[in-house]
């Protein structure tokens, strides 16, 4: 197995908040394994962030200057498993809803202790580490190459109680050549100025749902006693909720007549349909100005004990 650096850790914002809650909300300190992928990038990305240009140039300059040439190695986390600390770590569990994640390493958390690893923590990333079992092979790797799990992620909690800072962690990656641990930087996806392209594909459309509305044909009297049976029922009942989430108070069977060679008929439903769409995002807009207003006066609220607290009202 190679003993390559690893030169940027990556964790999405959601990661990162679900292992952060679970170490929280646990009544005691816990440790898990780390799934993701590691790849290799050879391009830096700029932004019209005039900050994330000058971190790029900056980047670019001291890669340069160091001699690192070629591609270079991005560990990815996307998932964990976590269980308490005094279970031992479960080796042999295969991420099963993602496969191609693959084991990066492991993470410990502990209230209020130092960032740095134990003896413990040394003693169990060997272990990992040196098992061949868990090596895999880099995504888009340009030659032949196997490489252990060394990812290391500390998390603990500050040793005085605060009202803001409540965490704290620190990433690491273990070395079998030097047997010691590398700090890494650990960078958090979709958070800042350098992240804008990955919000590049979102399309602000809600498409119409669909629903098995049939034509009506010319015994339409034979056709509504059709639907007046369960199964009709049910299905109108299904379709008609379904219906209400994009025009409130617009029946099922009236857009039943928007269909077929009758349908040109009808321009004044269709208007109609296009009001009651227009009143449900209307109605949305209200009650999302109503709830900010509210987490306006929360916070507000909030910051007025934090004042209090500390003695300076």
């Not at 196997?146 to 040793?159: C, D, E, N, Y």
């Not at 010691?180 to 979709?190: A, E, G, M, T, Y």
Request: glycine content about 6%; proline content about 7%.
């Amino acid at each position: 197995m190679g003993d390559h650096p690893i030169h940027k850790i990556q964790i999405s914002g959601t990661t990162l908040a679900s292992v952060l809650h679970r170490f929280f909300s646990s009544t005691g300190d816990i440790h898990g394994l780390l799934f993701g992928h590691v790849s290799f990038s050879t391009s830096i990305s700029l932004s019209d962030d005039p900050t994330s240009n000058f971190s790029s140039v900056t980047a670019m300059n001291s890669a340069s200057s160091s001699g690192a040439d070629g591609p270079t190695l991005t560990a990815t986390i996307t998932d964990f498993l976590s269980i308490p600390s005094h279970f031992p770590l479960p080796l042999q569990h295969k991420h099963r809803e993602e496969p191609s994640s693959v084991l990066l390493g492991w993470f410990s958390g502990r209230r209020k202790t130092p960032l740095r690893p134990s003896l413990k923590d040394s003693t169990t990333t060997i272990s990992l580490s040196s098992s061949a079992s868990h090596s895999f092979t880099p995504q888009n790797s340009p030659y032949p190459l196997s490489l252990p799990p060394s990812l290391f992620l500390l998390l603990s909690t500050p040793f005085q109680e605060q009202l803001i800072h409540t965490h704290e962690y620190k990433a690491f990656q273990y070395r079998i050549s030097t047997d010691s641990f590398d700090p890494k930087s650990l960078d958090v996806i979709n958070i800042g100025p350098s992240f804008r392209s990955h919000y590049g594909s979102f399309s602000p459309i809600s498409p119409f749902p669909s629903m098995t509305c049939d034509l009506r044909g010319p015994n339409a009297m034979a056709e509504d006693e059709k639907a007046e049976t369960l199964v009709g029922i049910k299905r109108g009942l299904k379709d008609q909720k379904e219906l209400d989430l994009c025009a409130e108070g617009f029946e099922i069977g009236r857009l039943s007549k928007l269909m077929g060679s009758d349908s040109s008929n009808y321009t004044a439903e269709l208007e109609h349909l296009y009001d009651k769409m227009l009143l449900k995002l209307d109605s949305l807009a209200r009650s999302v100005e109503t709830s900010s207003a509210k987490v306006l006066e929360q916070e507000k609220h909030n910051m007025k004990l934090r004042y209090k607290i500390a003695g300076l009202e």
